[in-house]
Structure formats: structure tokens, C-alpha cells
Nanobody, 122 residues
Framework: QVQLVESGGGLVQPGGSLRLSCAASGFSLDYLAIGWFRQAPGKEREGVSCISGSDGKTYYADSVKGRFTISKDNAENTMYLQMNSLKPEDTAVYYC???????????????WGQGTQVTVSS
């Protein structure tokens, strides 16, 4: 059974760093892409980053390029999102989701984790 579990969220000061994890079960990251999405109060869900299962190619939203890094450990079936230089506008619930291929639209993703709260505030 497919399952995704996020962890690593919390409260961090502006300019700080946080690493999110997404542990997958029921499928292999060798075959499915994992994307990170976030949703702030009153805002639409937006794509943050994605890493493909086939070749490990990565994608980033313009708002996080140069600050966030996505990676995966296929042996552990876990994907990570390293977030540096965090800004208050990064505050949101972050979700990992699985798809056949990477895409910017959340509608293309079939499996979702429960979400983890990231709050950037002084």
C-alpha cells in the first residue's frame, strides 16, 4: 500500500535552515517522482520542487531556487528537502506527493502525505 510520511517541520527564524523528509512505502523512488508542495493560509497549493524517479532530475520553483535543495536516498526510499535562507513567506504546510513524472501542477500527483507545518518567524 502506497504511503508517504513527511517529517522535519517546525519553527525557524528568518535566515535559518530546516530539512524536511518524506519517507515512502509501498513503492520505490526508482519508479515514481516525488514532489514537494506547500500551501499557506488563504493561498493556492503551489509546487516547490520535484525529483524524478528515473534519472534524479530536479526541478524548483523560481521562488526557492538557490535556497532549497531536493535529494533522495533510493536505498532508504526517502526524499529530502533542504531549506536554507528561509523567509517568512516560506511559512506553509509542506506536502510530499508522488507522481509518474515531475510536474508543476498538484493535480498530476496521485499520492499525498499528511503535511508538515513550517513556520518562519522571529
Amino acid at each position: 500500500q502506497v504511503q508517504l510520511v513527511e517529517s522535519g517541520g517546525g519553527l525557524v527564524q528568518p535566515g535559518g535552515s530546516l530539512r524536511l523528509s518524506c519517507a515512502a512505502s509501498g513503492f520505490s523512488l526508482d519508479y515514481l517522482a516525488i514532489g514537494w508542495f506547500r500551501q499557506a493560509p488563504g493561498k493556492e497549493r503551489e509546487g516547490v520542487s520535484c525529483i524524478s524517479g528515473s534519472d534524479g532530475k530536479t526541478y524548483y520553483a523560481d521562488s526557492v531556487k538557490g535556497r532549497f535543495t531536493i535529494s533522495k536516498d533510493n536505498a532508504e526510499n526517502t526524499m529530502y528537502l533542504q531549506m536554507n535562507s528561509l523567509k517568512p513567506e516560506d511559512t506553509a504546510v509542506y506536502y510530499c506527493a508522488a507522481s509518474l513524472i515531475c510536474g508543476s501542477s498538484w493535480r498530476a500527483y496521485d499520492y499525498w502525505g499528511q503535511g508538515t507545518q513550517v513556520t518562519v518567524s522571529s
